[in-house]
């Protein structure tokens, strides 16, 4: 998917983002309980923060000095601030944003994916991490979505991270293909490149799901990736 669609996806689904992403809200949980709680951040920056589930985790339960959040939506800045009105936010593409500080801490949920070259921003944060920083992020791994490739033969490459120190698997079931894909596009991930479905596709499409898993279902394979200076 080009910059632009991933803007306009999530731009759309902010509002009804935090309402329908249950998986990438546990995950953002599950993240912040594998970093030193005892621990006091000097500077934290994160990266894609969205409507701010992760924002959420990390200034109640770390403590910090200073928060510097990033994402390419510009209106993500008034749904962060709720939970910290001292956080600086910085707006761009992170893939090109200048970064001028260290960071102690650098974090990101369910951001990675969406960048041309993960190992590329992965060297880049290593050189903008303090000693005994910490990078810690999830991503999804090769399984997630592996239905709509299936099916629809649409989907994005997952990168290939190979020190994940943890992988899930999680389904989310649905009681027909409508919700599913109404499901995708409240949350913004939208796999489907404007795929226009007529009423007698959507159902053949159906018969096809239930036919191959007996269900209407989604795989998420959430992965976590902890990296230590
Ligand atoms: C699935 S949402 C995750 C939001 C949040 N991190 C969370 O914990 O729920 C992905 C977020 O990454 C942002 N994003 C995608 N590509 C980006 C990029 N190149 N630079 C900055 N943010 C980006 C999107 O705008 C969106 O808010």
Known sequence: ??????LTRFKKSLSTYEDNAPIQKQMAKNLVSMIDKNKIYNSILEIGCGSGFLTKECTSKLKYVKYTANDIIPDCEKYILKYDNKIKFICGDFQTLNLQEEYDLIISNAVFQWFKSPDEILNKLSRHLSKNGTIAITSFGEKNFYELKEIFNVGIKYPEFKNFVKEDIAEIEFKTLKELLTHIKLTGVNAIKNYPLT????????????EKYGKIKLTYNPIYIIIDN
């Open 199 to 210: 009423k007698g596709k959507l159902k053949e499409f159906e018969n096809k799901y239930i």
């Open 1 to 6: 998917m080009t910059e632009s669609l991933v």
